[in-house]
């Protein structure tokens, strides 16, 4: 079965500490997106990527970092310069022809304490 | 940046009965999407609009991109109990290759 996947599902660390975060798709997705969503909120854009090797900046991205050296995955680093980074962090991928149509994973719920 | 104003927050209503709920926003948008999701979960594409004025449906979800470009709708008819969840817009400009500004979500809970 095509799609994407998150894991794990619940994660839980020190405040201080680095946290990466594990997004693969198999549907040959060019682009790969990470967003953050608060309770009561929408969904805000962190980082993007439409090509391998290649990724940009979302609305929300300082504290954050990420990596596309495969086109099937894009990890997120929670950096310990994220202010406030317990929150459910959700990937989602497109095809090139239809950008804004986006496939979801099932998200990463993270809380620092 | 851009943002969109979705509303009502949250919606209760008895099973059966038909919903609406809109999206309005100050800039203009080429694309108009709905999603849909269940609590812990990822959002889920309902409906995609591509042209001012088109009206599409899916099932029992009808939506529809709004003539000035700054609105869209989705109307879901005779609701049942798994419709209960958070309904999300985005709006898209081309310029913006792949990014979308979403709404913060109208919440429905649909009564047995």
């Known amino acids: 079965d095509g799609g994407i996947t998150q894991s794990p599902k619940y994660l839980f660390r020190k405040e201080g500490q680095n946290v990466t975060l594990s997004c693969e798709q198999n549907l040959n997705h060019d682009a790969m997106y990470w967003y953050r969503q608060d309770p009561g909120q929408g969904l805000r854009l962190i980082y993007y990527?439409?090509?391998?090797?290649?990724?940009q900046k979302g609305d929300i991205a300082e504290g954050y970092s990420v990596s596309r050296e495969k086109k099937e995955s894009f990890p997120l680093t929670v950096t310990s310069a994220q202010k406030n980074p317990t929150a459910f962090y959700l990937c989602a991928s497109s095809m090139r022809q239809a950008p804004y149509e986006q496939y979801f994973g099932p998200g990463t719920r993270l809380t620092v304490t | 940046g851009q943002q969109l104003n979705q509303s009502p927050q949250s919606m209760f209503i008895q099973e059966g009965e038909d919903v609406s709920m809109n999206c309005t926003s100050s800039s203009i948008f080429n694309t108009w999407l709905w999603y849909k999701q269940d609590p812990g979960e990822g959002p889920v594409l309902l409906i995609a609009l591509y042209k001012a004025g088109e009206l599409t449906s899916n099932g029992r979800l009808t939506a529809q991109f709004g003539i000035t470009r700054k609105d869209s709708f989705l109307n879901i008819s005779a609701s049942i109990p798994s419709d209960v969840g958070i309904y999300f817009c985005?709006?898209?400009?081309?310029?913006?290759?792949?990014?979308?500004?979403f709404g913060d979500g109208t919440t429905l809970t649909v009564k047995p």
């Open positions: 985005a709006g898209a400009y081309n310029t913006n290759a792949g990014k979308s500004t």
């Open positions: 990527s439409q090509i391998v090797n290649d990724f």
